[in-house]
């Protein structure tokens, strides 16, 4: 298990825990990334949102925050 | 009239919505504010069937959770009964995901019915979607249309007119089963037995779902019926609430879905080539600008023939006047008209050729989805500020004039960030200024006028730092900024007669509204500046600037830069022309402002001997940060549709430039 800002870009991952508050929780997961969400990491750089794509969408998340998600790396 | 049927717009962000509020309406809308709130309201009328329809198009929002006044009113307004029909949108493209909001709606009892948009966008990513297999999954009417394509339009008015006639609201069933049989039920049950009974137009199990996600509002509402202590105890529990809910809709999503979509090949790359640069690190922010630059020069062309036109109108209805004047009208009669009511058409339709320009090109950039990546790309710089991303190209296209800027703001969503966008885009010295500053920068410090033009640069972004603060704590308040969780939409193909017919459809609006306001100013100032002389010394500003003197000398001006600051409000261009009239006595105040009297050509000669260098400099920083311009003020309005924050905006600007003249006018004279 691993923060989403280790993912690598082209690695894909299973969303196994999110934390925050409570309207992050509602923000992250009403955009499609909730537990079991298969995403794959599109572009992770210094000074830059990441950009994963997971349910057919490219999302772009702020980097900070986006420690909050735990993923497990798919094989 | 009969009483219109009442249909509400909801739906995710990217889902097509406002095409399809903008095809079903054409040119039959109202748009202005929530009450009381910083957010859009936009409502139209169509006619189908002999049947009158008044639809309103709910603000934007991913679900409806309480997390921000977008989705409080969206869910009120739905709640308190105000729709007949709810159409609830969901992108073909990305069906799963964009459920989420019809998932988030279930439980909710006024009906509704589905519409699945992007199919066009579906099919080209080799999905295929079987609407009726879906309608019959979720027992509800489903309607699919390519938002573009007029034709796809009569299956859906066939299926909601059946969803009017049927009236039923979604089958929630499946979903409440699912929320009963999961690792959270007991939480579920807990929630239903302090809710009790439904509220307006939420059903019991909706609240008790909401209650779980531990939603302020919901909370609010519980606690005026059931004990406070056991709903403080309630909510003392995980509050991994959401997670557990989002499981739920996502497996009710997955369930409906059964053998919906097809996909008959793989998508192609992920990202193309084009799409590597945009989001680049290196290469994103100057590929942004590059594209904004190219934008401007692009919404010149377009505004070119326009303004070409607006040109030509003085010189057609002048001597018409003319006429009148030679055929018997009084002479005052005469030039009361041109410089009003002439003036005013042909500003008014030069500020239309900028709006049109800029609106179709950055419609176009936000249309395909590339202005999505700007804000990727420019997220972490504008941030600071409380904007998104996009703003940049606003504040760029101010740099050629605040107009475009204020028009460009239409392609950000929330109306606050819009309108402190706009408030920001005054303090962005515009071309105008680039006309004027040099000119007389020159002639009082010679070489060194190009420090001035630095200077102008350096004060223009703490000026903007500042009123970000200022605006921003209302506009874009602090509890509701967050990280960015936004879509990069796929890129579309561009649908260039919609995007000329929605732009067409603003202008007639746009003219009506801001020819009144450029008149009824351009009266104000006629009679302000006019004089029975001829001279400056007759007018009415004359005498206020002279009596006033004193006053304005704190702020460093004199009775003739004071009144020129005044008239840089109307037109930032005729600085040079206005300082002209009151100095060397060339005409007079109002025809040099509405531009019709040129400046004298030993005006800088002229201005050295007649005011003191430390005067020039606070006087050139005062016009530069004072009120861009007349139409400038206008746009601003017309874009926030609020009077109330126009007049903000700008008595802020009139006051900061003073206070910005003081202080430069008091530094400089310790030094020069």
Redesign the interface.
């Known amino acids: 298990m691993t923060e989403l800002t280790n993912l690598q870009a082209g690695q894909k991952a299973v969303i196994v825990a ?1 934390e925050g ?12 990334l ?4 298969k995403l ?1 990491m ?2 992770n ?5 990441l ?1 994963v ?1 997971g ?12 420690a909050n998600i735990m993923v497990e790396v798919c094989s | 009239m009969k009483h219109p049927i009442k249909l509400a717009l909801l739906g995710q962000p990217n889902s097509g919505k406002s095409t399809i509020f903008n095809t079903l309406t054409g040119s039959h809308q109202h748009v202005g504010n929530w009450p009381g709130k910083t957010v859009e309201r936009k409502e139209g009328r169509f006619s189908h069937n002999k049947k009158d329809y008044l639809i309103v198009d709910l603000p934007g929002s991913y679900s409806l959770s309480a997390n921000s006044d977008e989705e409080i009113i969206t869910r009120d307004y739905i709640a308190d009964g105000n729709a007949d029909l709810v159409l609830i949108l969901a992108d073909g493209s990305q069906l799963e995901r964009s459920l989420y909001m019809l998932a988030d709606y279930v439980g909710i009892t006024t009906p509704a019915m589905l519409v699945v948009t992007m199919i066009d966008v579906a099919t080209d990513q080799g999905k295929t979607i079987d609407l009726e297999r879906l309608s019959t999954n979720l027992n509800m009417p489903v309607a699919g249309i390519v938002a573009t394509d007029k034709k796809t339009y009569g299956s859906f008015f066939k299926i909601l007119e059946k969803a009017l006639t049927d009236k039923h609201p979604v089958d929630d069933t499946d979903l409440y089963q699912i929320y009963k049989s999961g690792s959270q039920s007991d939480r579920f049950q807990e929630a239903m037995n302090m809710v009790s009974q439904g509220h307006k137009g939420f059903s019991r199990e909706w609240l008790a779902g909401k209650l779980i996600e531990q939603d302020e509002a919901v909370i609010d509402l519980i606690d005026q019926k059931v004990d406070d202590e056991q709903v403080a105890e309630y909510l003392i529990g995980p509050i991994t609430g959401a997670l557990y809910t989002s499981e739920c809709k996502f497996k009710w999503i997955s369930a409906k879905l059964d053998g919906v979509v097809t996909k008959t090949k793989e998508p192609s790359k992920l990202l193309t080539k084009f799409d590597r640069l945009a989001i680049s690190r290196r290469w994103g922010k100057p590929l942004a600008i590059f594209i904004i630059v190219i934008g401007i020069a692009m919404s010149f062309v377009i505004a070119g023939p326009i303004m070409m036109l607006a040109g030509v109108l003085p010189k057609v209805l002048n001597p018409l006047i003319d006429n009148f004047v030679a055929s018997g009208m009084s002479v005052g009669v005469g030039m009361f008209l041109q410089g009003t009511i002439v003036n005013a058409i042909y500003w008014t339709v030069a500020m239309l050729g900028f709006v049109f320009g800029v609106t179709i090109v950055f419609g176009f950039l936000e249309e395909v989805g590339y202005m999505a990546r700007v804000s990727y790309a420019f997220d972490g710089s504008m941030a600071k500020i409380g904007l998104q991303g996009k703003s940049i190209m606003p504040l760029l296209v101010s740099l050629g004039c605040t107009i475009g800027g204020a028009a460009g703001t239409r392609v950000i969503d929330s109306w606050g960030q819009r309108l402190l966008t706009i408030a920001l885009a005054w303090a962005v010295p515009c071309a105008a200024t680039f006309a004027v500053i040099p000119t007389l920068a020159t002639a009082f410090f010679g070489w060194a006028g190009i420090l001035v033009m630095i200077l102008l640069f350096v004060i223009a972004l703490i000026h903007i730092r500042i009123t970000a603060r200022v605006f921003g704590r209302k506009l874009a308040p602090l509890e509701e900024r967050h990280g960015l969780i936004m879509e990069l939409p796929p890129y579309h193909k561009p649908r260039w007669g919609m995007l000329i017919r929605q732009t067409l459809n603003k202008i007639w609006g746009i003219f009506k509204k801001a020819f009144f306001v450029i008149l009824v100013i351009s009266v104000i100032f006629y009679f302000l500046a006019y004089s029975p002389s001829g001279g400056v010394e007759g007018s009415i500003l004359y005498k206020i600037g002279t009596a006033i003197e004193p006053v304005t000398r704190i702020f460093g001006m004199g009775w003739q830069t004071f009144i020129s600051f005044i008239s840089s409000m109307v037109s930032k261009e005729a600085v040079l022309g206005v300082l002209s009239a009151i100095f060397s006595g060339t005409g007079n105040i109002f025809d040099s402002t509405v531009g019709t009297a040129a400046a004298s050509a030993d005006l800088g000669t002229i201005l050295v001997s007649s005011i003191s260098k430390a005067e020039a400099l606070a006087f050139m920083i005062a016009v530069t940060f004072n009120i861009p311009c007349l139409m400038a003020v206008t746009s601003t309005y017309q874009e926030s549709h609020s009077l109330k924050w126009t007049m903000r905006i700008a008595l802020y600007y009139f006051a900061t430039a003073l206070v910005l003249s003081a202080l430069t006018y008091h530094v400089a004279n310790i030094f020069i």
């Open positions: 999110i508050d409570r309207r992050y929780l509602s923000r992250i997961t009403s955009i499609g909730n537990i079991d969400c794959e599109i572009q750089v210094k000074a830059r949102p950009l794509y349910r057919d969408t490219m999302i772009a998340l702020d980097r900070s925050e986006s």
